[in-house]
């Protein structure tokens, strides 16, 4: 599929080298309409997107980029066609910039960055859903006044707009920003319920996977972990602790209570459906 759109894609280049710009523009049209059908974007998914932990409706953003990536193209052609409408071109390149490429990274950095920033979880999904909002309501506006905002006379009536999407696109931006900057602050939450854990488990794995049991581990009376870094991976729980001479149930317990404390706050919150 991809090779398929190799003669499509080297006739944009040469168009554009060769400064024919509007023959560019109808090709690249054509190659993203060709690569939003391919990609089946706005076709009903195979399988149901993963929401845990998110933002409900972001599916619905990634949706929306790829429109907005559709209508900059579409608006570079009309702005071939009508060159006296200076905005055209601006909008065309708003709707690229912010329309697809920002509401693509505003859709998508909530979900994968936080498993990148040592399994942590996103710190509010109602920040997510109001920066895709924001952003996307800031956007059209810009770009449904811009090309009138660069018109005369009609230009002066909606001039006024287009620093109010401004505005409104920095609130965006801003708030996108908050909620991974206190995604990174807050510890990372134990993701593992406190029913699942076991006595059979190694001890290397709890102190390991989450490095702030050890100093639990060490109160409980394992005072062994005090002294190695890195306890032998085959030893287990219930092992370390008769080597102890601990009861394991009371490690256990003290350990399900650790685990319950850290648990997802999303886990138990009824999960944002809209704006």
């Known amino acids: 599929m991809i090779l398929n759109f190799c003669p499509a894609l080297a006739l944009t280049v040469l168009s554009a080298f060769t400064f024919r710009f509007w023959m560019t523009d109808v090709l690249a049209l054509v190659a993203t309409l060709a690569a939003v059908y391919a990609l089946r974007i706005f076709h009903h998914p195979a399988r149901p997107a993963k929401l845990l932990y998110i933002y409900q409706r972001y599916p619905l953003f990634i949706r929306i980029s790829y429109g907005w990536l559709v209508a900059a193209a ?3 052609v009309i702005a071939d066609a009508l060159p006296r409408i200076t ?5 065309s390149r708003h709707a690229l ?12 950095a909530p979900r994968m960055l936080p498993a990148f920033l040592g399994g942590r979880e996103l710190y509010s999904t109602r920040l997510m859903a ?3 909002w924001l952003l996307t309501a800031g956007c059209l506006m810009r770009v449904a006044t811009e090309a009138f905002a660069y018109s005369s006379p009609p230009g002066a009536a909606v001039w006024p707009i287009l620093p109010i999407s401004a505005f409104i696109e920095l609130s965006a931006v801003l708030v996108f920003a908050a909620n991974l900057a206190l995604t990174l602050r807050q510890a990372p939450p134990a993701w593992l319920e406190p029913d699942s854990l076991s ?37 287990s729980l219930r092992e370390a602790a008769v080597a102890e001479n601990l ?21 138990t919150e009824k999960p944002v459906a809209d704006g």
Not at 87 to 91: F, H, I, K, Q, S
Not at 97 to 108: C, K, P, S
Not at 247 to 267: D, S, T, Y
């Open 130 to 132: 109001a920066s895709l």
């Open 97 to 108: 910039t912010v329309g697809f490429i920002a509401t693509l990274i505003f859709a998508l």
């Open 74 to 76: 579409a608006l570079a």
């Open 87 to 91: 905005g055209l071109g601006g909008a």
């Open 199 to 235: 006595a059979e488990l190694p001890l290397y794995w709890f102190v390991t996977s989450f490095p702030r049991t050890r100093a639990l581990l060490i109160d409980t009376g394992l005072s062994t972990l005090a002294r190695v870094k890195d306890p032998p991976r085959s030893l």
């Open 247 to 267: 009861e394991v149930e009371n490690v256990l317990r003290v350990l399900k209570q650790f685990f319950g404390r850290h648990q997802p706050r999303l886990r």
